[in-house]
């Protein structure tokens, strides 16, 4: 059975940093997508950033955010600086069986539940 465990959301002051995990059981990375999504209040799920074999980032990430990942334990981080109100959502870690189109919520199978991050202003 795989499970995509998120870790280390909280609240933040703006300008500050989290660093969030997300932990694979049954499942390896190697060659999958891995991204994070999140959803902020009243708002759509949306792509924050995807690591492969290579990484993307939203323009909102852009400059501020980096996504990793740690084959031999199996966990995907992102870490995330400067970060603004605007920011503040349910982040979630996502993975998909083997390629596709990293942009779109479809190419990812696994997700996990969710970490919620609150940057106050």
């Known amino acids: 059975q795989v499970q995509l465990v998120e870790s280390g959301g909280g609240l933040v002051q703006a300008g500050g940093s989290l660093r969030l995990s997300c932990a694979a059981s049954g499942w390896t990375f190697t060659d999958s997508w891995t991204a994070w999504f999140r959803q902020a209040p009243g708002k759509e799920r949306d792509l924050v950033a995807a690591?492969?074999?290579?990484?993307y980032y939203t323009d909102s990430a852009k400059g501020r955010f980096t996504i990793s990942r740690d084959n031999v334990k199996n966990t995907v981080y992102l870490q995330m600086n400067s970060l603004k109100p605007e920011d503040t959502a349910v982040y979630y870690c996502?993975?998909?069986?083997?390629?596709?189109?990293?942009?779109?919520?479809?190419?990812?199978?696994?997700w996990g539940q969710g970490t919620q991050v609150t940057v106050s202003s």
């Open positions: 690591i492969r074999r290579s990484t």
């Open positions: 996502a993975a998909s069986v083997g390629s596709g189109n990293y942009l779109l919520e479809g190419t990812y199978r696994y």
